[in-house]
């Protein structure tokens, strides 16, 4: 069902109330998400992306139903993956030789995943193409924003920016703007997208923000392809990207471990009060790595200028929740923090210093050697790691 987003701009696209899991298994969607496709109808009525493959269909029969595929003049592709290319085959099946704009490594993409050679318009940043009624659409190309092929599209004359992946969220709302939804739950899931998506590009994020603000532009309208549209204020998520990508921290900690018999739990713990003890101040989540969402793990990570590691030694190694993790914190890239390692052992104790190789290596800052403790943590070993905490708190400041 279509919905109007602005003077002849509506949204076509589809909300995925059931989606649990993206990107495979690798970004849990607590709250759904959407895929959102936009229908501009000036002299020329042209599609913005379209929705994941499994929605084709149901896609392309609304669009039949509410637009008439006639009517489509040529389509704008800002980004390949197949959450936004995957109406295409549908819809180039029943309206051959329709134009898509796109970059050049849209091109690349778009072959690669669909195998077709469709009547593809290559675009480059500042290019732009009419479409009546005194309007035009801009493009700016945005490489690594999260793909090599990824693109904004502007109104010129309608002040609406389609910034596909850039802005959004994976939250399923009828409300649709920003204005109308919870701001709790949207900016839970913006600061979530951000941190788990994009923080390996921030230098580039902070570099495409100066450049589109340099253009001094007016934007009415910021429509990303998921999740809810901008229409209040909406270059305060521009202004919110600006602050994440520069090394955002708050004055949190978090403790994330696994453990086999709770030794390192516990080890956690008192960690944990004890940088309470000495920082009240300081926010601290401690997370079990093997039953919390990774996802929301690496959230809690982003927003931390601190982080400490825990596991128990098994086989000489770490258990694999952490490293699990670690690994995936070691792709994001994550700057200006701060960590130690820590975990309980029986005989050989490498954990800590495994955890730390893993930390230096995701680009944390060492503070110390980390905390192990030989055996299942007493009285006495649980105030030792909570006399740990409160010196790892002091040693930040
Ligand atoms: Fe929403 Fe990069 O696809």
């Not at 599609?47 to 609304?62: G, I, R, T």
């Not at 029943?94 to 593809?120: E, M």
Request: charged share 25%; net charge negative.
């Amino acid at each position: 069902m279509k919905r109007l987003v602005s003077e002849n701009v509506w949204w076509v696209g589809k909300i995925d109330w059931e989606l649990k899991k993206f990107h495979g298994s690798e970004y849990s969607t607590h709250k759904g998400s959407s895929y959102n496709a936009y229908l501009i109808r000036e002299e020329k009525t042209v599609l913005v992306d379209s929705v994941w493959l499994p929605f084709a269909k149901e896609f392309v029969d609304n669009l039949e139903a509410e637009v008439g595929l006639a009517n489509i003049d040529f389509i704008v592709q800002n980004h390949a993956e197949i959450d936004h290319s995957g109406g295409l085959p549908e819809l180039l099946s029943r309206r051959p030789g329709l134009p898509i704009y796109c970059t050049a490594n849209a091109v690349k993409s778009l072959k690669g995943l669909h195998h077709q050679d469709w009547n593809f318009r290559v675009v480059k940043s500042g290019d732009s193409v009419d479409i009546g009624n005194g309007k035009k659409l801009v493009f700016v190309e945005a490489p690594m924003l999260h793909w090599p092929d990824s693109m904004f599209t502007y109104i010129a004359g309608g002040a609406v920016l389609f910034p596909n992946d850039a802005f959004g969220q994976h939250y399923a709302s009828e409300f649709m703007f920003n204005d109308l939804v919870d701001q709790d739950e949207l900016w839970a899931e913006c600061i979530k997208y951000y941190a788990n998506i994009l923080t390996p590009f921030a230098s580039l994020v902070t570099k495409k923000i100066e450049e589109v603000v340099g253009m001094n532009l007016p934007v009415e309208v910021i429509a990303p392809s998921h999740g809810i549209i901008w229409r209040k204020d909406p270059l305060q998520i521009v202004k919110k990207y600006a602050e994440w990508a520069a090394d955002y921290q708050e004055d949190r900690i978090t403790v994330f471990y696994d453990s086999m018999w709770d030794g390192t739990r516990k080890l956690a713990e008192g960690i944990a009060q004890g940088i309470s003890e000495a920082s009240p101040s300081t926010s601290v989540v401690v997370r079990n790595a093997a039953k919390t969402d990774k996802n929301d793990v690496i959230t809690d990570v982003f927003r931390s200028k601190a982080v400490l590691a825990g596991s128990p030694t098994v086989n000489r190694g770490i258990l694999n929740a952490m490293a699990g993790i670690m690994e995936e914190i070691s792709g994001l890239r994550f700057k200006g923090k701060k960590a130690a390692a820590f975990g309980c052992y029986g005989w050989s104790g490498e954990s800590p210093k495994l955890l730390s190789e893993s930390l230096v290596k995701a680009g944390f800052e060492l503070v110390d050697d980390g905390f192990k403790c030989l055996w299942e943590p007493d009285a006495a070993a649980v105030e030792a790691a909570r006399e740990y905490g409160r010196l790892f708190a002091k040693r930040l400041v």
